[in-house]
């Protein structure tokens, strides 16, 4: 079984989850430009019972984005820990690529989403299926 491991910028929180993944998403919807304050953002799609937070849960605040959607963060450093988009992936926590230990190509994106909102000079990658 291969673990993979993540944590936020200052280390007080740390979480783990184990392949196989349902997914990794590149987004370019404004919500995620808005969250993760970058011009698009790579999700790793994780079903909740393969995901544990092993350090730090006492940090984390909830913030309720819309009814579906959450984003958990660590109050020390605000690094995303998990989100919870109950619309597009319910029962999954999804993770912010760049706060993972490690980047094997099981972690590499697999599709794009929300292109039509994407900023202008971001290049598509070809072999990067867009979903709509
Ligand atoms: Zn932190
Ligand atoms: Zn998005």
Redesign the pocket.
């Known amino acids: 079984m291969t673990i993979e491991k993540g944590s936020c910028h200052c280390g007080a929180v740390r979480w783990e989850f184990f392949l196989p993944i349902k997914t990794v998403v590149k987004?370019?919807?404004?919500?995620?430009?808005k969250?993760q304050g970058s011009d698009y953002?790579t999700?790793v799609v994780v079903p909740g019972e393969q995901y544990s937070i092993t350090q730090g849960s006492e940090k984390i605040t909830k913030y309720q984005a819309n009814e579906k959607s959450s984003k958990n963060f660590c109050s020390n450093c605000g690094t995303a820990v998990f989100l919870s988009n109950g619309k597009h992936f319910p029962g999954n926590v999804v993770l912010a690529l760049g706060a993972l230990e490690s980047y094997s190509e099981e972690l590499s994106p697999k599709i794009q989403?929300?292109t039509s909102n994407k900023a202008e000079w971001v290049r598509l990658h070809d072999d990067e299926p867009v979903i709509s």
């Open positions: 987004c370019h919807c404004s919500n995620c430009r969250l953002s999700w989403v929300y």
